[in-house]
């Protein structure tokens, strides 16, 4: 699919500075135990996969994505696995599994939604320590999931965030009906669908409400995140890509959102 012209964009002067300042001991305490490499890139689907979408290197040779346009090239040709029916399921192997016990060097951040039909190591046909996963409902931003977020990019060094979003969403569907019907949903959900409504889409009704808002959404929440100061300097400098998604249950593929 085509690139995403907001990836790069400079941060806004709304941007908040909640990474800007951060501590000696914090950042030992973030570091500890672990390292990091990544990356990302685009087109039709998701990013260019390979035609065949078979190589297939051993577990102690397999190379992991340096670039983001690389990252993005590996998770397009890995759901083009899952969407066909030919998992290879990766990077499970008795090698690979101790080779973690010293360090984890995953090439990726997904945010996605806490659905159960759409785990990102599944949808993208990725094993153990490819991916970086970050889960709420509707993909809402909290200090949580900002800070997990940024953890990744800053402390690991991973040139690719991936927004994920996905059809039937039941968070978006839920903030919709709530907006509509005045009705206060249980507990800590009624958060969820707060930070989902501004990005409703009031163009649309019904069902087509809601599947719109769903991209409406996923593009929010990539917006914010490329807003974030130490995360927009990486994007400035080539070094991170911040790119929004959906994921169709229909068809099982994921596409760019631009």
């Given at each position: ?7 790069g964009?400079?941060p806004?002067a709304?941007?908040h ?15 500890f135990?672990?390292?990091g490499?990544a990356a ?11 035609a ?6 051993t ?8 670039t983001?346009d ?6 397009a040709?890995?759901n083009l696995?899952?969407r ?6 990766p990077?499970?192997?008795p ?18 939604c806490?659905?159960?039909r ?18 709420s ?5 909290d ?16 040139p690719?965030v991936l ?11 839920a ?13 800590h959900?009624?958060?969820?669908a707060?930070?989902?409504a501004p990005?409703i889409d009031r ?5 087509a409400?809601v599947?719109?808002t769903?991209?409406v ?5 990539r917006?914010?995140?490329?807003a974030?100061?130490d995360?927009?300097a990486k ?11 959906r ?12």
């Open positions: 699919m085509n690139a995403d012209r907001s990836v964009a400079q806004t709304s941007a500075k909640r990474f800007a300042h951060t501590s000696p001991a914090r950042r030992a305490l973030l570091r135990g672990l390292t490499a990302l890139g685009a087109t039709a689907a998701l990013g260019t996969a390979p065949s979408a078979t190589p297939t290197p577990p102690t040779s397999r190379r992991r994505p340096e983001p690389e990252a993005l090239r590996e998770l040709a890995g696995r899952w066909t029916f030919r998992e290879r399921h990077d499970e192997s090698a690979v599994r101790q080779s973690l016990t010293s360090g984890q060097h995953p090439f990726a951040v997904v945010l996605g806490i659905d159960s759409v785990p990102p190591e599944l949808v993208f046909d990725q094993g153990l320590g490819d991916l970086m996963t970050v889960r409902a509707g993909e809402v931003l200090e949580a999931v900002l800070g997990s977020v940024a953890y990744g990019v800053l402390e690991l060094d991973i690719l927004v994920l979003g996905h059809q039937s969403c039941g968070a978006v569907k903030a919709v009906e709530a907006d509509e019907s005045g009705e206060r949903l249980p507990a959900i009624q958060y969820i707060d930070q989902i990005n163009t649309k009704q019904g069902d409400r599947d719109s769903i991209d959404n996923v593009r929010a929440v917006a914010r995140l490329a974030e100061p995360l927009a994007v400035a400098s080539g070094r991170l890509a911040i790119v929004g998604a994921y169709d249950l229909t068809n099982q593929r994921v596409r760019r959102l631009t």
